[in-house]
């Protein structure tokens, strides 16, 4: 297993030479910021007699609480840059809340949420210098109502933190345990009860990576070898089993990317080249059904496959995979998506093309206090190039939204997931950052 510069990837490497892979990616969060301040300073000369609507300044001494159980339409936004991560309400764009995180959190905080418990959860690590010094790592744990610290459970100073900040902690389903996946540089897995709030022990899971819930007090990971291995903890939370799958992928020919999207006790994958891989975790040894292609052939001829940071989201109740997809050539995994193809897993087939939208007027509108729907902002549309999407994740109501995410413009676009129609934009949702996360609904 090769840790990529953004996160874990799952074999080796292939295509381009990584240098420039690195200098290309490295230059593209400037090309965007250089375009959005070449925009914002178009509409703003045009733009310059617009009248600026009055703001009416906050009262003092409110305090917000939130309802007990999420709503079906919200998303959590973590940032990296801001450290912090702001909870949205797609229905209304409104922003409900904030969790601050640490510089230790490359990706930003990732919030975890457990109904039961009436608890959201963060894992911070913490350096006595700000960015050096003794480190020492917590599971801070929150009220989900009124966002105030509850508690605080202090874990071994060995939790990852990577790049895109995906699957890097879970709340497992019985809400009795929380798993942190560490490296340090060897991978283990710390397990928190979240009843006694304790640490209870570290589970060795050399080779593998991530944790994703799969039913009960049980959790999977990926493994270099091309396997996958599950592991159940007795009612302390200590390894009572952990048995491995017959090996499924070929890490080198076609790794899978680490970032899957669950449907009950099976988690779906996709591999470099395009191929959908189920692993189904309800048995003692895990199983990988036969994979298939997202891709015709035609399609790979005009050089179609999936990427970004957070690229696939997946909708139970539909049985749809929402994947993002652009043309490049290999290496270009996390090149952000032009496009989101949707399909039926149960059909194996694509039956809907989404288009991505375009976000640059959004994170820039506000910036140049240009009214909403006015003529400035009718020409930041008209000039603004669309950027693509690094990142997506769908709510799992009767009628689910879809969340999209450029990694490094502050504005997230709302799609109605069944007919694909934009229903909003949600400007100054920060600044940078890979990941969305949806609580699960009542």
Not at 20 to 49: D, E, K, M, Q
Request: hydrophobic fraction near 40%; charged fraction near 20%.
């Amino acid at each position: 297993m090769l840790l990529a510069a953004d996160g874990f990837r799952l074999g080796g490497d292939r295509g381009r030479d990584r240098a420039s892979r690195r200098l290309s990616a490295a230059r593209a969060p400037l090309r965007h910021r250089a375009l959005a301040g070449a925009l914002a300073l178009a509409a703003a000369l045009v733009g310059a007699g617009a009248a600026r609507a009055d703001v009416e300044p906050d009262e003092h001494g409110q305090v917000a609480v939130l309802p007990a159980q999420p709503g079906s339409h919200w998303v959590w936004v973590p940032d990296r840059v801001l450290r912090h991560a702001q909870l949205f309400d797609g229905d209304t764009g409104t922003m409900l809340g904030t969790l601050d995180g640490t510089a230790g959190n490359l990706s930003g905080p990732a919030p975890l949420f457990s109904p039961k418990r009436g608890e959201i959860y963060v894992v911070d690590p913490v350096y006595a210098r700000g960015h050096r010094g003794e480190r020492k790592d917590y599971v801070v744990i929150y009220d989900a109502v009124t966002l105030a610290v509850r508690g605080e459970v202090e874990i071994p100073p060995r939790s990852a933190s990577i790049g895109h900040g995906y699957q890097l902690a879970a709340v497992l389903d019985d809400e009795r345990f929380l798993v942190v996946f560490n490296q340090d540089p060897a991978n283990s897995v710390s397990v928190v009860d979240l009843e006694t709030r304790r640490f209870v022990e570290e589970i060795v899971i050399g080779g593998c990576a991530l944790v994703y819930p799969t039913g009960g007090s049980q959790f999977g990971t990926l493994c270099g070898n091309g396997t996958a291995i599950e592991v159940e903890l007795d009612a302390s939370g200590h390894k009572q089993r952990a048995t491995r799958s017959e090996t499924f992928f070929d890490t080198v020919r076609d790794p899978l990317t680490e970032k899957g999207v669950r449907d009950g006790a099976r988690w779906l994958f996709a591999s470099f080249e395009g191929r959908l891989q189920a692993v189904d975790f309800s048995a003692e040894q895990p199983v990988a059904a036969p994979a298939w292609p997202l891709f015709t052939d035609a399609e790979r001829g005009a050089r179609w496959r999936i990427g970004g940071m957070q690229h696939l989201a997946f909708h139970r109740g539909t049985q749809r995979l929402y994947a993002l997809v652009h043309q490049g050539g290999p290496g270009s995994h996390k090149d952000p998506g032009s496009a989101i193809w949707v399909y039926d897993v149960a059909r194996r087939q694509r039956v809907q093309d989404i288009a991505v939208p375009g976000l640059l007027p959004a994170f820039a509108r506000p910036i140049l206090e240009l009214p909403r729907g006015g003529w400035g902002e009718w020409l930041l549309r008209q000039v603004s190039p669309n950027p693509g999407a690094h990142s997506i994740a769908v709510t799992q109501d009767a009628h689910p939204l879809l969340f999209v995410r450029h990694g490094e413009i502050g504005a997230l676009g709302v799609v109605d997931a069944l007919s694909g129609a934009l229903v909003r934009e949600i400007d100054e949702i920060g600044i940078s950052g890979p990941t969305l996360l949806v609580p699960p609904g009542p």
